[in-house]
């Protein structure tokens, strides 16, 4: 059976109400069966100082995931890969009967040409990017919108995604929710105890 995911990449350090917030809301928008969180092992692009182990942020991200279409896992270090875009090649290897969509909020967009050969994981899934009002400006103006603003579908189209040829991009809105991995861990510094075996 053909199943509709979303695949939503980030540190998770740790997970939050945020998530999971954007998690439903792209499950109701884009008719999605699941979405798949995926726990980096460590991004390339984040620094190491302060990141909590896998372990923990992995443990959090599947407390948060509890009673939703939201599986957590750390699939990147059950694949020994580093990249996104080795990431989603080879899931859509392993799953041919499901079709993906990449998630990720405007803040990644932003910086989405500083990705290796982000122009390759566009040509592998449609993309469908979620505002974040502090973000947005610097997302539209940065590079790798330019590129790819000509894929760009309207909302009205996104529960057609599976439909599009690729490359393919679709905006999102959702109510924004404040909460921030940065604030959780300054507020509660030994959060990761709770989530260590």
Same mark, same amino acid.
């Given at each position: 059976?053909?199943? /509709?995911?979303?695949?939503?990449?980030? &540190?998770?350090?740790? =997970?939050?109400?945020?998530?999971r917030r954007i998690s439903l809301a792209a499950v109701r928008a884009l008719g999605?069966?699941?979405?798949?969180?995926?726990?980096s092992p460590g991004n390339p692009l984040k620094p190491q100082v302060g990141m909590?182990?896998?372990?923990?942020?992995?443990? &959090?991200?599947? %407390?948060?995931?509890?009673?939703?279409?939201? /599986?957590?896992? *750390?699939?990147?270090a059950e694949l020994g890969t580093r990249y996104t875009i080795d990431t989603v090649? =080879?899931?859509?290897?392993?799953?041919?009967?499901?079709?993906?969509?990449?998630?990720? +909020? =405007?803040?990644?967009?932003? #910086?989405?040409? !500083?990705?290796?050969?982000?122009?390759? @994981?566009?040509?592998?899934?449609? @993309?469908?990017?979620?505002? /974040?009002?502090?973000?947005?400006? %610097?997302?539209?103006?940065?590079? *790798?919108?330019?590129?790819? /603003?000509?894929? #760009?579908? !309207?909302?009205? #189209? *996104?529960?057609?995604?599976?439909?599009? &040829?690729?490359?393919?991009?679709?905006?999102?809105?959702?109510?924004?929710?404040?909460? &921030?991995?940065?604030?959780?861990?300054?507020? $509660?510094? $030994?959060?990761? +105890?709770?989530?260590?075996?």
């Open positions: 059976m053909t199943r /509709r995911i979303g695949l939503l990449g980030g &540190s998770f350090n740790p =997970a939050h109400r945020g998530h999605l069966d699941e979405v798949w969180w995926l726990v909590t182990p896998l372990a923990a942020r992995l443990g &959090s991200a599947r %407390a948060m995931a509890r009673r939703a279409p939201i /599986r957590a896992g *750390a699939i990147e090649r =080879a899931l859509v290897r392993r799953y041919p009967r499901h079709r993906f969509i990449w998630l990720m +909020g =405007a803040d990644n967009l932003a #910086q989405f040409d !500083r990705w290796r050969d982000w122009r390759g @994981i566009a040509r592998t899934l449609p @993309i469908a990017v979620i505002a /974040r009002p502090s973000y947005n400006g %610097a997302a539209r103006a940065g590079h *790798a919108m330019g590129w790819l /603003r000509r894929y #760009q579908r !309207r909302p009205t #189209q *996104a529960m057609r995604w599976t439909l599009w &040829s690729l490359p393919a991009l679709v905006l999102l809105r959702f109510r924004p929710d404040p909460t &921030s991995a940065t604030s959780i861990r300054a507020a $509660d510094p $030994d959060w990761a +105890g709770r989530f260590t075996t």
